[in-house]
Nanobody, 120 residues
Framework: QVELVESGGGLVQAGGSLRLSCVASGIIFSSNVMGWYRQAPGKQRELVAAISSGGRTNYADPVKGRFTISRDNAKTTVYLQMNSLKPEDTAVYYC??????????????WGQGTQVTVSS
């Protein structure tokens, strides 16, 4: 079992910055992917950014150049630095961890989510 605890959300004006953190605890495989997803009202949950245990990153096009994902493997913590925030970034942001095992085994764990609101 894995527990994910997010923090760092809040209300910010357009153009501002926020930093989200997600601490993972429990049974975490050495090979894993941690990521941030978001869900705005009336919309589907979507990938924001992800980072593998090896450090490979992936970003959604709308956040490229503005958001940076990083991780501290020793602390099993993932961060999302969000700069130049826009009202359309408003959403609940969820942390996700995927354990990767042999033979294509994958299992996902989700955090509770943290609200990010960007005012215009």
């Amino acid at each position: 079992q894995v527990e994910l605890v997010e923090s760092g959300g809040g209300l910010v004006q357009a153009g501002g910055s926020l930093r989200l953190s997600c601490v993972a605890s429990g049974i975490i495989f050495s090979s894993n992917v941690m990521g941030w997803y978001r869900q705005a009202p009336g919309k589907q949950r979507e990938l924001v950014a992800a980072i593998s245990s090896g450090g490979r990153t992936n970003y959604a096009d709308p956040v490229k150049g503005r958001f940076t994902i990083s991780r501290d493997n020793a602390k099993t913590t993932v961060y999302l630095q969000m700069n130049s925030l826009k009202p359309e970034d408003t959403a609940v942001y969820y942390c996700k961890l995927t354990n990767l095992g042999y033979g294509g085994y994958e299992y996902d764990y989700w955090g509770q989510g943290t609200q990010v609101t960007v005012s215009s």
